[in-house]
């Protein structure tokens, strides 16, 4: 009777491209240097922190709480060394590591880690951009964190969960991409006025890399102006501003205004605001402004029909005379936005005792006036609602308008939706499953969170090289309709190279169903090792 080979087939898919980037960087190198070696163990934090990632960037609906069922039928030897096996990779290892990331400082050690990215990748960044958002947990967590962890309380919730405690996390990310380059976790109360300028503010001359900080503008406030002190900022200043409010409003001849991106145009003017000279400019986004007049249209249709209902009330009342009905009408007419009531005479009432015609020299009981008037739309209250729409104010303190031009200072903040935003969308997508967090500790909370933000990290490195190199080398690899694309997202790219197989016959090694543009992807990132393309 033949023997059975020995035969064992595991699913590798895109594991090797995220495993490959974070050799790239280092990180188990890194993160075991900082925490030193355990007595006795048999997976190293680097090595636990290196599958945690991998766990996390599987899309394959294991959320990082399950970790041991991840690695299931995956090749760990091969990914992670020799000897790890996936009983190693239990929910205890993991717990442990979370601890000793907490120990080093998570974001000292996350630091590190994206410096060392910068280093091996070097990509460039000109701007940085600071946001934070919040992630819900489950749980009273009552007294149970030291005394240097965050609290979970409640706070505002971007979940929409207000019932919850939360904790925030804060971002700094590059221009470039969206890779972060700092993360720091926060009371679940923390609020973004005083947050953002301080992570920036503290870790200033680490994140020394941009010319630019751009902040939204919760940070624009006279103590944060101060406390940014001579770090060249982009910040959107709130319209609430008396000044603000007036220049949003403002008329401004057509000469003025000048082409920014396709469909922006903008003028600048210099202000002083908290005692820093800054030059504040004025946007106006064509598609934004057709947006806000339908708003506008609607706002002014009910605003109509509930002046028209006020007058219905006024026109119903009797007034003791023509004075008191034209005081009546001035009082309703104060604080409409968009309309005026038009006063346009009253009608004398007689009142007597009895039915009929009145006889000769009888007395009326008494005499009542009735209001005439009617509801107008005020053109010029509606011109000038019209002239703000699209209207959106920045300010910069970066005085020298060749260092920053005017253009350039609209393109840096527009980056803020393509860079931490897209990351905090990316972290919250349900196939991610960290929108809320099942750990009981707050210091496990606040490691997990490093966690998320390194797969971030890894996921929007991956995603920017490999769109860089498929550039330089003119080269595309199949989107959803088979045709060819330079610009995939990494989500994509790991779909397609959802069928790879690593199998061991007799101890050779092999992997299936590779064809070219799984090679070009290998090649141009860098990861062949994990695919046998050396």
């Given at each position: 009777m033949a023997e059975t080979p020995d035969l064992h087939v595991y699913d590798l898919g895109h594991l090797g491209l995220v495993a490959g980037i974070l050799d790239r960087i280092g990180l188990v190198s890194l993160v075991d240097r900082r925490v030193g070696p355990r007595p006795g163990e048999k997976v190293s934090t680097g090595v636990a922190l290196k599958a945690a990632v991998l766990n996390a960037l599987g899309f394959l609906s294991s959320p990082l709480y399950l970790f041991g069922h991840f690695w299931e039928g995956k090749p760990t030897e091969w990914l992670l060394g020799k000897g790890i096996t996936p009983d190693l990779l239990n929910d205890d290892r993991m717990g442990r590591m979370l601890d000793s990331l907490y120990a080093v400082g998570v974001t000292e050690l996350f630091l590190e880690v994206a410096k060392e990215a910068h280093r091996a990748f070097a990509f460039p960044v000109r701007a940085l951009h600071v946001d934070t958002t919040?992630?819900?947990?489950?749980?009273?967590?009552?007294?149970?964190?030291?005394?240097?962890?965050?609290?979970?309380?409640?706070?505002?919730?971007?979940?929409?969960?207000?019932?919850?405690?939360?904790?925030?996390?804060?971002?700094?990310?590059?221009?470039?991409?969206?890779?972060?380059?700092?993360?720091?976790?926060?009371?679940?109360?923390?609020?973004?006025?005083?947050?953002?300028?301080?992570?920036?503010?503290?870790?200033?001359?680490?994140?020394?890399?941009?010319?630019?900080?751009?902040?939204?503008g919760a940070g624009y406030t006279r103590e944060n102006l101060k406390a940014l002190g001579s770090f060249p900022w982009i910040l959107r200043v709130p319209a609430t501003l008396r000044e603000a409010k007036a220049l949003l409003g403002e008329e401004f001849p057509e000469g003025a205004w000048v082409s920014l991106d396709p469909g922006y145009r903008g003028l600048e003017v210099e202000r002083t605001y908290g005692g820093v000279r800054q030059r504040w400019v004025l946007v106006e986004s064509a598609a934004r402004g057709e947006e806000e007049r339908g708003r506008l249209e609607e706002r002014i249709g009910r605003a109509q029909r509930e002046a028209e209902g006020v007058l219905r009330r006024l026109l119903a009342r009797r007034f003791a005379c023509d004075r008191d009905a034209r005081r009546a009408l001035e009082e309703a007419s104060r604080g409409l936005a968009y309309h005026r009531r038009v006063y346009l005479g009253v009608r004398e009432e007689r009142r007597r005792g009895k039915v009929g015609r009145p006889r000769k020299g009888e007395s009326p009981l008494g005499v009542g006036y009735r209001l005439w008037a009617r509801v107008e739309r005020d053109e010029g209250k509606v011109a000038k609602a019209k002239r703000g729409l699209g209207r959106f104010l920045l300010a910069t303190n970066v005085l020298e308008r060749e260092r920053l031009p005017l253009g350039e200072v609209l393109e840096r903040y527009k980056g803020q939706t393509r860079t931490v935003e897209r990351g905090f969308r990316f972290l919250k997508d349900p196939m991610f499953f960290t929108g809320s967090t099942f750990l009981k500790r707050p210091e496990r909370v606040m490691a997990l969170g490093m966690v998320m933000a390194l797969a971030l990290l890894v996921y929007a490195l991956g995603e920017w090289e490999l769109r860089r190199r498929l550039e330089e080398e003119g080269e595309g690899v199949p989107d959803q309709k088979g045709k060819s694309t330079a610009r995939p997202t990494l989500r994509w790219v790991f779909q397609l190279f959802f069928w790879l197989r690593l199998v061991v016959l007799e101890g050779r090694v092999a992997v299936l169903n590779l064809k070219p543009h799984h090679e070009r992807v290998v090649r141009l990132l860098g990861v062949e090792r994990y695919y046998l393309l050396q």
């Open positions: 919040s992630f819900h947990v489950h749980g009273r967590y009552e007294g149970t964190g030291e005394e240097e962890a965050i609290h979970l309380v409640r706070g505002y919730s971007r979940d929409h969960r207000p019932d919850l405690r939360q904790w925030v996390m804060g971002l700094v990310c590059a221009d470039t991409g969206g890779i972060p380059l700092l993360f720091a976790p926060e009371d679940g109360n923390a609020a973004d006025r005083k947050t953002l300028v301080d992570l920036v503010s503290r870790y200033r001359e680490a994140l020394d890399l941009g010319e630019v900080v751009v902040l939204d």
